[in-house]
């Protein structure tokens, strides 16, 4: 559980740099959203019991905000950031998975 933390964590510090560039109103909105999100999974102390969170749902709304996020909307220095947090919404859904099925 401790690695699924680690992503969510990362993937939190990227929605805090996306909150400082200037995006759509929506895409801001939405980018809170899965930020609120993240933060109440974060809280919980035993992530392993706290089955009543999507986790796979929470992640998902956020990739799709990524996906609706225009390269050319993002600094230069974003672009390679961004690259890393959808492969980390990628392993941490797989690592979940395979967490919640033992």
């Keep these: 559980m ?7 964590s ?19 909105a939405r980018l809170s959203a899965s930020a ?3 933060r109440t999974v974060l809280t919980e102390p035993d992530l ?18 990524l996906r609706d996020i225009e390269i050319t909307q993002l600094p230069e220095e974003l672009v390679p950031l ?7 919404i990628v392993a941490t859904t797989d690592l979940w998975s395979s967490l919640t099925q033992l």
């Excluded at 401790?2 to 969510?8: G, P």
């Excluded at 961004?82 to 980390?88: G, I, K, P, S, T």
């Design 2 to 8: 401790h690695d699924v933390r680690n992503q969510l």
């Design 10 to 28: 990362a993937m939190l510090m990227f929605i805090s740099l996306l909150e400082k560039v200037e995006l759509p109103g929506e895409i801001h």
């Design 36 to 38: 609120e999100e993240l």
């Design 48 to 65: 392993a019991t706290a089955t009543h969170h999507d986790l796979n749902a929470i992640v998902g709304a956020f990739s799709e905000v």
């Design 82 to 88: 961004r690259v890393d947090v959808v492969a980390r």
